[in-house]
């Protein structure tokens, strides 16, 4: 079975991939399975720039295809921060309870419509020939007023869905990939390997 590597060494990231790709006749392995070691500098001012940063240079190293994702959380109140800064805001080691409880702190006071936040994410992929396509999608929400729920990753337990009246911490696996910003835009990737 041909194969796709994913740039990522998101532990998080990678179990919501597996499960989105699994009816792909392609085998999805990480960069660590593949034995890909990479300093990848994430330089780029979006997160379409960034993605495709990923992706390339792990297709450039392997010869194979290469999907990467770029994501994070936009909170309106604070201008769109953290945003392409998701992972290393207040520095790459701080743990994401003292990264959330920062932001709960930061819009302590601010009620409803002002609350106001979104999940992005943008999947590229680059095929060994140098063709590259990248999809992005966003989930609407609001931060919670206090964090809840132990499913999920980094910032899941302050992104509060009001449709669900759960924050994406409680969803489970299946759930929040009905809903999520990188399932809509692994979805809208996969168009491209079933067509
Ligand atoms: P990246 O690895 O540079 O794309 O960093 C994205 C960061 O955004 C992650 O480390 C998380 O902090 C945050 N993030 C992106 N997607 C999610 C999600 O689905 N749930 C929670 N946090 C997320």
Redesign the pocket.
């Known amino acids: 079975m041909p194969r796709i590597i994913f740039a990522?060494g998101?532990t998080g990231k990678m179990k919501e991939i597996r499960e989105i790709l699994k009816d792909l006749p392609y085998e999805v392995v990480s960069m660590k399975e593949a034995g890909v070691t990479a300093e990848i500098v994430?330089d780029g001012t979006t997160f379409e720039e960034?993605a495709l940063i990923k992706a390339r240079t792990i297709a450039e190293l392997t010869g194979e295809i290469a999907m990467a994702?770029?994501?994070?959380?936009e909170v309106d109140y604070l201008d769109k921060a953290p945003g392409v800064y998701?992972?290393r805001f207040l520095g790459e080691d701080t743990s994401y309870e003292v990264k959330n409880r920062y932001l709960l702190e930061k819009l302590a006071g601010v009620e409803g419509a002002e609350r106001s936040a979104r999940?992005v994410?943008a999947i590229a992929c680059v095929w060994p020939d140098g063709k590259s396509k990248v999809c992005r999608a966003v989930i609407e929400g609001e931060l919670a007023k206090e964090p809840a729920g132990e499913n999920?990753?980094?910032?899941?337990p302050i992104?509060y869905v009001p449709e669900y009246q759960k924050t994406?911490a409680e969803l489970s696996l299946a759930e929040k990939n009905e809903i999520?910003h990188?399932a809509k835009a692994l979805r809208e990737m996969k168009k491209e390997f079933l067509a």
Do not use: K, V
């Not at 999920?152 to 899941?156: A, K, M, Q, S």
């Open positions: 990522t998101n994430e960034n994702d770029d994501s994070g959380l998701s992972a999940f994410c999920g990753f980094g910032y899941d992104f994406t999520s990188r």
